[in-house]
């Protein structure tokens, strides 16, 4: 049995009724291909707005746990290949 469940649960309604996921889509209108595109948001301070990895949000709590199950590393943020430029 998962002894935390009621604590996760909560932990986990609380975060799914407070955050919103947001998706943002970047389109290149020009007409030279774009490349190493990158994407700056500013997000006013003392807004009630902020920015989480979705990492940090709570899975759906299990009533029975597996103790024989390693844990995913779920703050594992691995970065893009280096890339060359083409000579």
Sequence with gaps: MNERYYYELAEYEFCKRLL???RLV???T???PA?????ELIVPT???VGIMCPSKFPDVPKRRVDRHVVTA???LHLRPAFRHAAM
């Design 30 to 32: 020009g007409d030279v």
């Design 26 to 28: 970047v389109s290149n």
């Design 20 to 22: 919103r996921k947001v």
């Design 35 to 39: 490349s190493d595109v990158r994407l």
């Design 46 to 48: 003392k807004q009630g």
């Design 73 to 75: 590393i779920r703050d």
